[in-house]
């Protein structure tokens, strides 16, 4: 049963670029949630998707937007890159109906220059 | 609104000690404690989680107790191992609201 998956692993861009990570969740799961962790902090919500709409943001601009498939994976694009964009982008998925536990992938570090 | 206060860290242990991690939150109504573990390199994965008052988590060895008079939900383990050396996030969920809420973590060393 494979667990959560995250592509690319590690990403260098240029300030002002855009950006597109990639998240596939867990066998089951239909509900993809976003997370950006600075270095030594912890984990901040960005936002979450569920059937294919965002259904719950955290305190991002609007530089940082997603999208889910049909297939519940799920994308997450940031605009104009700021160096302080830099940081661990993690993805989680969860069963709708379930008590909310979060299954994590290993993450995507992106490195703004 | 939410927030979640741990211990800071490094904590620095010999093998086979007892460890504590303290952890409260600020939450209206009645929210889900989790503690989630990060070993260098990779994700988090969930380590033990309660969802209501005086529910004890467990998992590996490790226990937390949701405390609800005290707002607590403090991470122990009995005798600890140099594989537990990790960072460690409380975190919780408010009822109806699926955004976890994370602490700064705490990162643990266990000397052998």
């Known amino acids: 049963d494979a667990g959560v998956t995250q592509s690319p692993t590690h990403l260098i861009k240029t300030r002002g670029q855009q950006v597109t990570l990639r998240c596939s969740p867990k066998?089951?799961?239909?509900?993809v949630s976003w997370y950006q962790q600075a270095l030594g902090q912890g984990p901040q919500f960005i936002f979450q998707y569920y059937e294919e709409e965002e259904r719950q943001r955290g305190n991002f601009p609007d530089r940082f937007s997603g999208h889910q498939f049909p297939n519940y994976s799920s994308e997450l694009n940031v605009n104009a890159l700021l160096l302080g964009d830099s940081a661990l982008y993690l993805c989680?998925?969860?069963?709708?109906?379930?008590?909310?536990?979060?299954?994590f992938g290993p993450g995507t570090r992106l490195t703004v220059t | 609104g939410n927030s979640v206060t741990q211990m800071e860290g490094p904590v620095t242990l010999s093998e086979e000690a007892f460890l504590t991690i303290n952890c409260t939150y600020t939450a209206t109504g009645y929210p889900s404690l989790f503690w989630y573990v990060q070993y260098p390199g990779e994700g988090l994965q969930l380590l033990l989680k309660a969802t209501k008052a005086d529910d004890k988590g467990s998992n590996k060895g490790f226990e937390a107790t949701y405390r609800k008079e005290t707002t607590s939900f403090h991470l122990e383990k009995g005798s600890v191992q140099v594989s537990d050396s990790a960072v460690y996030f409380c975190?919780?969920?408010?009822?109806?609201?699926?955004?976890?809420?994370f602490g700064s973590g705490t990162r643990l060393q266990v000397q052998p």
């Open positions: 975190a919780l969920s408010r009822a109806g609201r699926r955004a976890l809420t």
């Open positions: 989680a998925s969860s069963l709708s109906g379930g008590l909310n536990e979060q299954y």
């Open positions: 066998s089951g799961h239909d509900t």
